[in-house]
């Protein structure tokens, strides 16, 4: 039986991409992770799955947005990622019109499921509810798919709530956690959705890459 999504195939997705990188000391879409750029990685997994493409969605110049869309956050001033998920709702509303529904997804995770939209949209079952991913016990509400319909009352909550936590956001919705498992690897279980805020989780994520390289 189809759910409240008919196509899961189809949903447009938006890269967070503001913030203000301080554990990291520099813009982390342009830390290297091997030979490459964050962005560049997470760019051609997007594409490999050929996810409905894609604003980056932060507010500031980017030197190379590898032919994404730039959207600033509405809300000027590096409000956290809920304003980069309030401009990927209004975003969203003029460029796909009959979409109920965008997922967004962080610039600092380079090994996130390549099924990651339609799975949470497969689990979409009314017009309000918003999805996020969880993995080992863990939400991870930046990868998530946010009905547009709720954009009023994001926008509303975001300059009303102090602190603009994403699980106080959270609560005053319908919410439907989807668990995505760990990739087995040579070293270990890797998180898929292991994020590199700092310089030594980029050490760490050398490695898993390498384990991933390594794998046939
Ligand atoms: N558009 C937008 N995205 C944001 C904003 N703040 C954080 N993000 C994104 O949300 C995701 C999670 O961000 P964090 O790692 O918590 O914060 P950060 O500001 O990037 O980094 P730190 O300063 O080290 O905390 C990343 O993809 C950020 O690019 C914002 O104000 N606007």
Redo the contacts with the bound molecule.
């Keep these: 039986m189809p759910g409240f999504i008919a196509n899961t195939e189809d949903i447009p997705v938006v890269l ?9 000391g520099a813009n ?1 879409a342009f830390s290297l992770l091997g030979e490459e750029s964050l962005l560049a990685r997470i760019a051609a997994r997007i594409a490999q799955r050929q996810m409905k493409p894609i604003a980056l ?3 500031t110049d980017w030197p190379d947005t590898m032919g994404m869309d730039l959207v600033p ?1 509405r809300i000027p001033g ?4 809920l ?2 998920v309030l ?1 990927a709702m209004q975003d969203t509303t003029l460029r796909y019109p009959h979409a109920s529904h965008v997922a967004t997804l ?3 995770s380079p090994f996130f499921p390549l099924d990651l939209a339609p799975r949470l949209a497969q689990a979409i079952e009314g017009p309000n509810e918003i999805a996020i991913a969880a993995s080992l016990s863990q939400d991870h509400p ?1 990868f998530g798919l946010w009905p547009v319909s709720i954009a009023a009352d994001l926008g509303t909550w975001i300059v009303s709530d102090e602190k603009r936590r994403v699980r106080d956001f959270l609560a005053r919705h319908q919410v439907r956690r989807v668990d995505f498992a760990a990739v087995e690897t040579p070293i270990g279980p890797l998180d898929p959705f292991f ?1 590199i ?1 700092t310089p030594a989780d980029l050490i760490e994520a050398e490695k898993w890459l390498a384990a991933l390289e390594s794998m046939p």
Aim: glycine share 14%; no cysteine.
């Design positions: 967070l991409a503001g913030g203000r990188s301080s554990r990291m982390k969605n932060a507010d956050d590096k409000l956290g990622p304003a980069g401009a962080p610039i600092d930046v994020n805020n």
